[in-house]
């Protein structure tokens, strides 16, 4: 059982930065991949970033934010960070980390075997 809670949600200016952290609970945390997904009212949940298990060395970013997200893990401190640079309206959105037991992470959810609680990210301009 794995256990996640963001953290680092908020308001947040156009152009401004913000980061967000999943912090995990549980044992071999450092074996799942990780993924970051949002979901915007009325709209499905996205993945917007994802992160390989263990050392992290495989990324992925959906189109929408290559270029200006950021995903890291620390496997020491059980917690996955998403670095938002430069966020637009767009981006507005509930914000959610999913954990699965993989070597990957996946854009489909339900592949996913545990989830945080979700975390508001507003953007205003």
């Known amino acids: 059982q794995v256990q996640l809670v963001e953290s680092g949600g908020g308001l947040v200016q156009a152009g401004g930065s913000l980061r967000l952290s999943c912090a995990a609970s549980?044992?071999?945390?450092?074996?799942?991949?990780v993924g970051w997904f949002r979901q915007a009212p009325g709209k499905e949940r996205e993945l917007v970033a994802g992160?390989?298990?263990?050392?992290?060395?495989?990324?992925y970013y959906s189109d929408s934010v290559k270029g200006r997200f950021v995903i890291s893990r620390d496997n020491a401190k059980n917690k996955v960070y998403l670095q938002m640079h430069s966020p637009n309206f767009e981006d507005t959105a509930v914000y959610f980390c999913?954990?699965?037991?993989?070597?990957?992470?996946?854009?489909?959810?339900?592949?996913?075997?545990?989830w945080g609680q979700g975390i508001q990210v507003t953007v205003s301009s």
């Open positions: 999913g954990v699965r037991y993989w070597p990957t992470p996946w854009r489909q959810p339900d592949v996913y075997d545990f």
């Open positions: 549980g044992r071999f945390f450092s074996n799942y991949a």
């Open positions: 992160i390989s298990r263990l050392s992290g060395e495989i990324t």
